[in-house]
Structure formats: C-alpha cells, structure tokens
C-alpha cells in the first residue's frame, strides 16, 4: 500500500508541495511508494499577488488555473478532492471535510493560508470568482473616492493600483496606523520612498491614524494617541486591508499558537507530531509571509516528507528559519520599488525597471500556474 500523504490547501505553498511529492513519487526509477490528495476548497489556483491588478483590470486568463493538470501525467499517484477541510482527528489520522467526508492520512501537510478580505477574499467556484473580480471592478469603476484602510503591501499596492488606473478620476485615500507605509520589517529610506511615488501617483496619505468603516459610506478615521480630532471621509468604496488571521480554526488547537497558526519546528513538522507539517502564510514562522519565501520552504517540506515516508528513520530533515526581509511592490503598471538585503551593503533598494523585469509583465503569473502544471 503506498503511504498517503494529504496536503490541505491548492495555494502556492499546498500546490507546489502537492506537485513536488507526485513528480517525486513518479520520477523514472522511483522507489517511493506515496501517493498524494490534494485537498483543496476552491475550483482554482490563483496567485493572490494579482487579486488587485485583476481588481481594476480583468486578467484573470494571467493566473487563474483549474486543478486538471497537476496530477494529469498519472493519475493513480494524485488525486484532487474539492472540499473544505473543518476538523482534524490526529488520534485516528483523518480529516474531516464539510460534506462529512474523511480522509486518511499517513502524512498531512497543512497549507491553508490566511483569511483575507476584499479583494483578496474571493469565493470558491470558478465562476463565482469572475464575478466576484467583474463585480468589483464595476464597484471601484463607480466609485468617486475610494478609501483603504491598512497600509501595509496589500493596501499599498491596492491604492496605487486604482489611482495609477484611474488617476484622477478618483481620490484614493489610504490611511495607516504606522508613520510610513508597510512595517519596521522595512528600513525607512524604502518606505519613505514608497510613500514618495504613492504621493507621485495622486494617493493621499493618512499616517499615525486608525481608519473604521462604518458601513454608510463614511470611515472614522482616529488618529495615534487620541489628541488630535477625528475625522470623518466620504467613501463610494472601502477596503480593509489589515493584517489577516491564519486560516487554521480546523486545526487541534494544541496544534496553534496564541494568535491561531500553526505552530511548527525548524523542520516544518507540527510541534507533538512527526508526521504532520504546515507551510506558508499558515504557520508560526516569523517571518513576513510571502509567496516568494515559497522555493525553500517547499522544498523543505518536501524533503522531510519524502525521507520518512521512505522509512529513514536516521534521515537528518532540513531545516528551515526566517531570512532577511527583501520585497518587491508593484505600485500600479508603471512605478515599482523593491528593497533586497545585500552582504556587507545591507538593505538595499531596488529600482522599479529592475522590480518590473523580476515580476514580469505579468506579475510573476506565468511562473505560479507552473505550481498545476500550465
Ligand atoms: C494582494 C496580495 C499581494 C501579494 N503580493 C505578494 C508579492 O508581491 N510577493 C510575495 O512574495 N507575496 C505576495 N503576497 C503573499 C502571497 O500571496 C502569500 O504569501 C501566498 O499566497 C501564501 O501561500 P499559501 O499557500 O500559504 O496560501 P494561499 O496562496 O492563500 O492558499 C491557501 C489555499 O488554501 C485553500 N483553503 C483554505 N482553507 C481551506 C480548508 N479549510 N480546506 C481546504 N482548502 C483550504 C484556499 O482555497 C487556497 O487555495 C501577496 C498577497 C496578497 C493577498
């Protein structure tokens, strides 16, 4: 009987591992015995990175992909189950789903990311998602002014993009409770920049301040430290953008920490359980979770997976630990800033020509739907 490893989640870190412990369980002149279940709760892949360009722009056909090719090459080794994953029994090694079905497990790799909102929360079914993507354009496309709460990467990104789409046929406001846009993970001559070509495109900056919806076409917004005055801005359309909360609520929750990831070794397994690993924005890693950390930590999870499902009980897993923070922001289609840390030069930026070349004309997209097989 081959060993059955179940991955949850079909996002960049579930696919890539799903697909990297089928090619490895069917390479010519393999001796692992596995088999794999990718689990996964939407119709399709997709590379969130694009969620905002295709928020003002469709181009869903750049990074939108069914699950149909990943296992295609032999299908008795890999199988896509549809589904949401609600409970876990690490005792008897299954897996509940929503329908009531049970999985079981030998080996299961949670990847089930994070829990977003608009526009990075879209639905399960292929066409609700196009909706979904073509009734939010319709919505910013109505919108006179538009307000993001939450300036990190994600709303950074997002007021950019619109104003850079629209320019000034909306006033974009994006209000931060930092004094810079994203964190402190990032040295200030970077975010300083940032903020100077957000200005560049026409986004107007709130710093130091708390912006709440209130659901009537109005944010509140209050500024750090409750001495200056509120203020109250219009908004055709708001976006929340705050920082998302794992998406492990199935999980035991010995298995989570205080703020509910999935708490994990250096070796990617789940702490009081080999034979469990999480990967991606899941876990308890800290680091600043990003697609782009996907390579070792992939690679991490598939190596230890593959070494005791072989029965190599002496096997020395990797490892893996938080590097220094790098990022690459695309401020709409034609401004781009990045931020690298280099030896003995420390963080250093990346201009925009070079940022547009690494992401490709379009956003990395032609690489992540390689994680299904296109
Ligand atoms: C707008 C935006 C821009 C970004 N830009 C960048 C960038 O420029 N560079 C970068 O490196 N990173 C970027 N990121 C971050 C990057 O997208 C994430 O780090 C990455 O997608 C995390 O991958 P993941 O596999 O952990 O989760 P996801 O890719 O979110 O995948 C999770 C998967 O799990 C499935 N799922 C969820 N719950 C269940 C369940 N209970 N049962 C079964 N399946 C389930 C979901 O349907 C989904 O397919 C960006 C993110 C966003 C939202």
């Not at 990175?49 to 149909?68: E, F, L």
């Not at 986004?203 to 209050?222: N, Y």
Request: net charge positive.
């Amino acid at each position: 009987m081959p060993k059955e490893v179940i991955v949850l989640g079909g996002g960049v870190y579930g696919a890539n591992i799903a697909k990297g412990l089928f090619d490895a369980a069917t390479a010519a002149g393999k001796t692992l015995d596995l088999h794999v279940t990718l689990v996964t709760s939407r119709d399709d892949f997709l590379f969130p990175p694009v969620n905002i360009r295709n928020s003002v722009d469709d181009v869903a056909s750049w990074y939108i992909r069914p699950y149909d090719k990943i296992f295609a090459s032999k299908p008795s080794a890999g199988k896509v189950v549809k589904g949401t994953a609600v409970a876990i029994d690490k005792t008897a090694k299954t897996v509940r789903l929503e329908t009531g079905a049970s999985l079981r497990y030998d080996f299961l790799v949670i990847a089930t990311g994070q829990i977003w909102s608009a526009p990075n929360n879209p639905p399960n079914d292929h066409d609700a998602v196009l909706r979904y993507f073509a009734d939010l354009r319709a919505k910013i496309s109505a919108a006179k002014s538009v307000v993001v709460i939450g300036g990190g990467s994600v709303g950074t990104e997002l007021a950019a993009e619109i104003k850079d789409h629209y320019g000034d046929a909306k006033r974009v406001t994006l209000v931060h409770s930092e004094r810079l846009p994203l964190t402190d993970a990032y040295v200030d001559k970077f975010r300083n920049k940032v903020r100077a070509l957000g200005e560049e495109l026409g986004v107007e900056f709130i710093f130091d301040a708390r912006g709440e919806d209130r659901g009537d076409g109005t944010v509140l917004v209050t500024p750090n430290g409750g001495k200056a005055q509120q203020e109250v801005l219009a908004a055709d359309a708001v976006f929340v953008c705050l920082s998302p909360a794992p998406n492990a609520a199935f999980a035991p929750p010995e298995w989570r920490d205080a703020a509910g990831r999935v708490r994990v070794r250096d070796t990617l397994q789940v702490h009081g359980d080999d034979a469990v690993f999480a990967a991606g924005d899941v876990n308890s890693v800290p680091e600043t979770k990003q697609a782009a950390k996907a390579a070792k930590a992939v690679a991490t999870v598939i190596a230890n997976v593959t070494a005791l499902a072989a029965g190599d009980t002496n096997a020395r897993l990797r490892t893996y630990g938080p590097g220094m923070e790098a990022i690459a922001l695309s401020l709409g289609t034609k401004k781009a800033i990045g931020v690298v840390p280099l030896p003995f030069f420390g963080p250093t930026l990346l201009p925009g020509f070079v940022v547009r070349k690494i992401k490709g004309p379009d956003l990395f997209s032609s690489k992540a739907i390689q994680a299904v097989g296109y």
